[in-house]
């Protein structure tokens, strides 16, 4: 197996693929403001499908939230994370963070028609890891 990275600079994301399915997104820092909380999703949403077309087959995301003191997550960044959820290359998708940011995933569930079952949120690495079956 092998890790690859792929990193954004501003805020500081790093999202690592093992290669085999397995991907884990890490937010190490919050956008600034709305247009950088957009690109930041159209990147990682961007670098999820590609590592999906280079595998073939469905991945298993942990996405690590836990250092955002202030998520953006206004329509046009939700409206960017569902495109890629209902795309189909996710089979599941668990993301990691403190209990009270859990209302910002549900507002992207509730979005989900055929994927709700998909997407959840955890409190530990650990848990989310499980869940996927990492």
Same mark, same amino acid.
């Given at each position: 197996?092998?890790?690859?990275?792929?990193?954004?600079?501003?805020?500081?994301?790093?999202?690592t693929d093992y290669g085999d399915g397995r991907v884990y997104?890490?937010?190490?820092?919050?956008?600034?403001?709305?247009?950088?909380?957009?690109?930041?999703?159209?990147?990682?949403?961007?670098?999820?499908?590609?590592i999906h077309k280079h595998l073939d087959m469905p991945l298993?995301?942990?996405?690590?939230?836990?250092?955002?003191?202030?998520?953006? %997550?206004?329509?046009?960044?939700?409206?960017? *994370?569902?495109?890629? =959820? +209902?795309? #189909?290359?996710?089979?599941?998708?668990?993301?990691?963070?403190?209990?009270?940011?859990?209302?910002?995933?549900?507002?992207?569930?509730?979005?989900? %028609?055929?994927?709700?079952?998909?997407?959840? *949120?955890?409190?530990? =690495? +650990?848990? #989310?890891?499980?869940?996927?079956?990492?």
């Open positions: 197996m092998f890790n690859k990275r792929y990193k954004f600079n501003s805020p500081k994301t790093v999202i997104v890490h937010y190490k820092k919050s956008p600034k403001d709305a247009p950088e909380a957009i690109r930041l999703a159209r990147w990682v949403t961007e670098t999820v499908l590609s298993r995301i942990v996405t690590d939230v836990r250092r955002l003191d202030k998520p953006i %997550l206004n329509s046009d960044i939700r409206n960017i *994370y569902q495109e890629a =959820i +209902e795309s #189909g290359c996710i089979e599941r998708l668990a993301t990691v963070g403190p209990q009270a940011r859990y209302y910002k995933l549900a507002t992207i569930k509730i979005l989900l %028609l055929r994927h709700r079952d998909c997407v959840s *949120y955890f409190t530990t =690495i +650990e848990e #989310g890891k499980q869940w996927v079956r990492w």
